[in-house]
């Protein structure tokens, strides 16, 4: 069992940075594949980034270039550094945990979830 605690939303301004942060529950974090998805109001919940437990990295082709996932396997911690913010990265963010490998960017795939951040762009 793994719980996830998100944390690091808020407000900012078009072009601004925010970093989000995962804390994991459970002593098996290192072996899990962790993801990060969000959900924008009205939009179904979509794939934003992804890392293997070798911290082999995934990205949606709308934030490469521009967010950054991370791991840290010893704090059991997974992070979501998000640089050159757009409007349309609006939504809530979430953190999610599966102990498989394909899938990464599938919702399906990801067995544990965390409640939640909000994080809202604007110009």
Not at 29 to 56: D, L
Not at 110 to 120: A, F, K, L, M, R
Request: proline share 2%; with cysteine; aromatic share 14%.
């Amino acid at each position: 069992q793994v719980q996830l605690v998100e944390s690091g939303g808020g407000l900012m301004q078009y072009g601004g940075s925010l970093r989000l942060s995962c804390a994991a529950s459970g002593r098996t974090f290192s072996s899990y594949t962790m993801g990060w998805f969000r959900q924008a109001p009205g939009k179904e919940r979509e794939f934003v980034a992804g890392i293997w437990s070798n911290s082999r990295t995934f990205y949606a082709d709308s934030v490469k270039g521009r967010f950054t996932i991370s791991r840290d396997n010893a704090k059991s911690w997974v992070y979501l550094q998000m640089d050159s913010l757009k409007p349309d990265d609006t939504g809530v963010y979430y953190c999610a945990a599966t102990t498989g490998l394909s899938g990464v960017s599938d919702v399906s795939s990801y067995e544990y979830w965390g409640q939640g951040t909000q994080v809202t762009v604007f110009s």
